[in-house]
């Protein structure tokens, strides 16, 4: 049986990689997640630890932190949303914005330049559209537009179940071992 939310699909399936907790949540490819719950299991197991995360690559409005002491999976939220006109951001659209955005980008001043480099390459791509220039050219505003990414968010189309299915359930086992997942050791071929 699958997971009755994505969430846990997310868990399972997902990226994963070693990120620092501190004060201002997990920095990870110049975004900011933190949530008040994960403020206060920091404070209340020292100043700082280093852990797994995992996430949906197509996805990056939030990403789980596993919770070293208690064992547990915790949603941590994007702090603040990328301007994609409600669409969500995917790995492929930041590090093509990263890219865009070159050196100046820093830790102190990523959001805001990540946020100028997003509305450049907007831009290019309307000039594009304009012009009509072969827009298969240029692989990095296609990616960005999200034309070859899977559509999610809220306002993705869903798949509508058969009239005659069953709805999903967990299994028993399911239910018991989904909030235990341990993380496993993984790797990157890109170590930040």
């Known amino acids: 049986m699958l997971p009755t939310q994505l969430d846990g699909l997310d868990l399972l399936c997902g990226l994963g990689t070693q990120r620092s907790v501190d004060g201002d949540g997990v920095f990870f490819n110049y ?3 933190n949530s008040v719950e994960l403020q206060e299991y920091r404070r209340s197991h ?13 996805d990056l409005r939030q990403l789980h932190v596993f919770l070293p002491k208690s064992k547990t999976w915790l949603s941590a939220p994007l702090q603040r949303p990328q301007p994609l006109a409600g669409r969500c951001l995917s790995l492929v659209q930041l ?7 070159g050196k100046k980008l820093t830790r102190a001043n990523a959001h805001e330049e990540l946020e100028r ?10 000039q594009a559209i304009r012009r009509g ?21 809220p306002n993705a189309p869903a798949i509508a179940p058969a009239s005659n299915a069953a709805p999903l359930e967990l299994s028993p086992t399911m239910r018991q071992l989904l909030p235990k997942v341990v993380p496993f050791n993984t790797f990157s071929l890109e170590e930040d």
């Open 31 to 33: 975004l900011r997640f």
């Open 46 to 58: 020292g100043l700082g630890f280093r852990t797994e995360v995992r996430f949906n690559p197509d």
């Open 95 to 101: 590090q093509i914005a990263r890219q865009e955005a």
């Open 117 to 126: 480099a997003m509305v450049r390459l907007q831009d290019r791509w309307e």
């Open 133 to 153: 220039l072969r827009l298969r050219k240029d692989t990095a505003l296609i990616r960005m537009q999200g034309l070859t990414s899977v559509p999610l968010g």
